[in-house]
């Protein structure tokens, strides 16, 4: 994967999480602004095909939001799936909307 441009306090505290949310994190810090992923190809790209839930279930416990945008990462149906941060769906869909995010489908 790329290099993350995560502040080093962030990349720290990851240390105390399991390798497969280190992965998921990573990747979503790598979605540039105003584009999202799903969690099927956030799942391929870090090497899991098959484990959208799996990384659904990582993003639910993202502690780094919205410094590590799990919001950029949808549903592949087109709607926008879940968000546990603060706020949540209404705060996802308010956080993309004002990245200029559309949502596929």
């Not at 399991?18 to 099927?40: D, N």
């Amino acid at each position: 994967m790329k290099a993350h441009r995560l502040p080093q306090s962030i990349l720290r505290r990851m240390a105390a999480y399991t390798e497969f949310q280190r992965k998921v994190w990573l990747c979503c810090a790598q979605i540039p602004r105003g584009s999202t992923m799903t969690y099927g190809e956030v799942a391929r790209k870090i090497g899991h095909p098959g484990a959208a839930r799996a990384v659904g279930t990582a993003l639910s416990k993202n502690p780094f939001a919205p410094t590590v945008p799990c919001h950029r990462v949808v549903a592949g149906s087109g709607k926008p799936g879940g968000y546990s941060g603060p706020g949540g769906i209404r705060k996802k869909l308010q956080l993309l909307k004002e990245e200029k995010a559309s949502l596929r489908g």
